[in-house]
């Protein structure tokens, strides 16, 4: 060893020697702190990584970083759901979160067709006419989500960098995603209101589709944050309409809702006047999935009959020669057998549907309990001037962005209902006298993931009663665990209960979760000073607060209602 040979005897080296001996060993010493320091830092970055991994999940992801699985794990990080979201895009093989959300995209529509047959197969499980009825709106509904999608995909594949630049094709993919959690929610709820013995099977038959649709939501719903966390630049734009408003649809509907007489496609008249004498025989003649708008003018009368127009009827007017004299009516009900969503005496599901001057009733009666004047998942849908009459579950306002003004709304109990992003504007709200065992709840919202941009907005309205009402009355009940309501600027009667608000489950609060508020209200009930304390609910907002409820920025302050001429305030 050099150590050794350096020495030549005992006490004695040689200087030429000892001199090699130092500057190698100089150059060793180096090389071996060099390595320690590297060592060192190795081992705190393996330390480091396994205390984060520890944090985040137990899932072997890689995080290289600007790797696809870095990227992925980024985006599945915001979501309710994680695990499968990893799981499930993990071959999406992209770093940029626009290409992962759209891939997202097409594994919920996959996951949606690989359970659309359950529907068949557990028909002849059953023998009940009312769970078969139930399977019938699964089916319905699911087929409606795989619509909503398709929509989606269409938008994302067409729009190139559109969805970074642009807010308002944010607001179509939130809605429309929102949509798709409901419609997987109504086949729930039509199982359970059923009694079918395999909704837990089923729910687990759906697992996929419905975590997936959620992690999709997420992504798109917190895209800004992503976005700078991948550190993309973006410069959003909001377009707007005419006065900075939404305008839903053309200057030509505009036309239309500006005049007295519109000009029909079809007339519908009981006295033979018109082209046909009955609703059904209009939608027979019906253009489906029309890009033009096709108007059907109903004469005064009383027209018994039960209308579905589903979502290959677009772009569709009715109007009447008023709220009170042209009046569609049904009496389908819940306790004769028809499931809550196959009661409404019209159903509408196609995109732009408008009514106006046009009344929609359900004479059942409370002791039939559910039973619908009018369902609505129209998205950009707008109700002017017309009535909705009937007991309990009056008006199911299902999904997607609707706007009703200048309507009456009568009825008991969870009389306004559903989880649209609508707003009631200008409208008469009449609570009615219930069966002697029941309360009455104007409301009742069914948001069930916290990212769905849903709710019920009621500003500028009038709630008063429409008979004798005795009845301890509430502004509503919490429905699903993110139930969203806020009244607002309206004037409330002498009628209410101070308590304001009602449980789903008697003596137990509704989740943290919910949120319900007032804000600027009038009149004898307005004062919240004996309102319920739950942690969801608050007596008053800031003016920033309650302006994310007002038309503008709650039904996707873009394009769409300034377009349709229905007057309507934007603050």
């Known amino acids: 060893m050099d150590t050794i040979n350096s020495f030549k005897g005992y006490g004695k080296v040689d200087e030429l020697e000892q001199q090699a001996f130092k500057k190698k060993t100089r150059k060793r010493l180096i090389i071996i702190s060099i390595s320690a320091v590297l060592l060192i830092a190795l081992i705190v970055g393996v330390v480091a990584g396994t205390v984060i991994h520890s944090k985040n999940g137990s899932d072997d992801v890689p995080a290289t970083s600007g790797s696809p699985a870095a990227a992925i794990k980024a985006v599945c990080s915001i979501t309710q759901y994680p695990t499968s979201c990893y799981s499930s895009l993990d071959s999406s093989n992209s770093t940029d979160p626009e290409r992962i959300f759209l891939f997202s995209l097409t594994v919920v529509k996959r996951s949606l067709e690989a359970v659309s047959n359950f529907t068949e197969e557990y028909m002849n499980k059953t023998d009940s006419p009312a769970v078969k009825e139930a399977l019938n709106i699964c089916s319905t509904v699911l087929d409606d989500a795989a619509a909503s999608l398709d929509d989606c995909i269409s938008s994302m594949q067409s729009g190139g960098s559109k969805l970074i630049a642009d807010d308002s094709s944010i607001d179509d993919l939130k809605t429309w995603l929102s949509t798709v959690i409901t419609d997987q929610e109504t086949c729930f709820d039509a199982l359970y209101d059923s009694n079918a013995t395999f909704v837990e099977e089923i729910k687990l038959l759906m697992k996929n589709s419905t975590e997936y649709s959620s992690n999709s939501l997420a992504i798109i719903s917190k895209l800004n944050s992503l976005l700078g966390i991948f550190k993309i630049p973006f410069h959003r734009r909001r377009l707007l309409g005419e006065s900075d408003f939404p305008a839903w649809v053309s200057a030509g509907d505009r036309r239309l809702l500006q005049q007295s007489n519109p000009k029909p496609d079809l007339t519908v008249a009981k006295d033979g006047s018109g082209d046909v004498t009955s609703l059904k025989a209009a939608v027979a003649k019906i253009p489906k999935k029309s890009t033009t708008r096709f108007v059907i003018y109903v004469k005064a009368g009383i027209y018994v009959e039960n209308l579905v127009l589903d979502k290959s009827y677009t772009n569709l007017m009715i109007y009447g020669d008023g709220k009170s004299l042209s009046i569609i009516s049904g009496s389908k009900n819940f306790v004769d057998g028809t499931p809550t969503f196959s009661t409404a005496t019209v159903g509408v599901a196609g995109k732009g549907f408008i009514a106006r001057d046009i009344g929609f009733r359900n004479t059942a009666g409370p002791a039939k309990h559910q039973a619908v004047a009018f369902r609505s998942g129209s998205d950009q849908s707008v109700f002017y001037r017309c009535s909705f009459n009937a007991f309990q579950d009056t008006l199911y306002s299902h999904s997607n962005r609707q706007f009703y003004r200048d309507c009456d709304i009568i009825g008991t109990v969870d009389f306004i ?16 006298q219930p069966m002697s065992n029941q309360f009455v709840t104007i409301t009742a919202q069914g948001k069930v993931d916290q990212n769905q941009n849903t709710g019920i907005s009621i500003q500028r309205c009038k709630m008063s009663p429409y008979d004798n009402l005795t009845a301890q009355t509430y502004l509503g009940r919490p429905w699903k665990a993110f139930a969203t309501t806020v009244v607002m600027q309206t004037n409330i009667g002498g ?12 003596n137990v609060d509704p989740p943290k979760t919910i949120f319900y508020a007032e804000y600027q209200n009038t009149g004898p009930g307005a004062s919240t000073s004996g309102r319920v304390k739950w942690a969801g609910y608050k007596p008053s907002l800031t003016p920033v607060e309650a302006n994310k409820y007002n038309v503008q920025s709650f039904i996707q302050g873009g394009s769409w209602l300034p377009a349709t001429n229905v007057v309507f305030e934007s603050t």
Do not use: E, H
Request: hydrophobic letters at 50%.
């Open 495 to 506: 009628f209410l209960n101070p308590l304001g608000w009602a449980r789903w489950v008697q």
């Open 417 to 432: 209902f559903g989880n649209s992003a609508v707003v009631f504007q200008n409208c008469n709200i009449f609570p009615r």
